[in-house]
C-alpha cells in the first residue's frame, strides 16, 4: 500500500480527502495549514475526522498558521466559521502532535522510503520543507496536489 503523508486544511473537501486516503493508502501522518479556515479549526477538524472513521491511530501535526509572503484569508463562506461547519462532531479524543509539520515531513520523507506527498490545501507546509531540507525533491517519491483558481476556489 502506498505511504503517504497527507497535507491539508481540512474543511469539507478535505474531510473527503482524508475518508478517503485512510481507506486506500498507508496514511503516515496528516499534517495541517492555515486555509479553508485558521490553523487551531484545520487541526481540530482533521482530528475529528479521523475520529469519526475510526483511525485516531493517525498522528495530526499542526504546520503553519497561514501563507509565508500574504495574509491569511480563509474560506468562511464555503466551509463557515468552523472551516467544516454542518456536522456536529464530538471534540477530538486526543490533541494534535507537538512536533511542528514541517518537521514531520522533513524527518518522515528523509527516513522512509517511498513516501508521497499529497497535499489538498496550501502549500506552505510543503514550500518550508523544501526550503529547510532540499534533499526532499529527491527522496519523496511524489508529490500529488490540489491545485485552486486565481480568483475563487
Do not use: W
Not at 46 to 57: C, E, K, T
Amino acid at each position: 500500500m502506498q505511504k503517504v503523508i497527507l497535507d491539508c486544511d481540512p474543511g469539507h473537501d478535505d474531510a473527503m480527502a482524508i475518508m478517503l486516503a485512510c481507506k486506500h493508502l498507508d496514511v503516515l501522518g496528516v499534517t495541517t495549514v492555515g486555509g479553508n479556515g485558521y490553523l487551531k479549526n484545520t487541526t481540530r477538524n482533521a482530528l475529528q475526522v479521523l475520529d469519526m472513521i475510526g483511525r485516531s491511530d493517525i498522528k495530526v501535526y499542526p504546520g503553519h498558521a497561514g501563507p509565508c509572503t500574504a495574509p491569511l484569508v480563509i474560506a468562511d463562506n464555503v466551509h463557515g466559521e468552523s472551516g467544516m461547519d454542518g456536522p456536529q462532531l464530538p471534540p477530538p479524543s486526543k490533541p494534535a502532535e507537538s512536533k511542528h509539520g514541517v518537521d514531520f515531513i522533513v524527518e518522515t520523507v528523509m527516513s522512509t522510503d517511498d513516501v508521497v506527498l499529497v497535499a489538498t490545501g496550501p502549500l506552505t507546509n510543503i514550500a518550508s520543507a523544501l526550503n529547510k531540507e532540499p534533499e526532499i525533491a529527491k527522496r519523496a517519491k511524489g508529490l500529488y496536489i490540489m491545485g485552486g483558481g486565481a480568483y475563487c476556489g
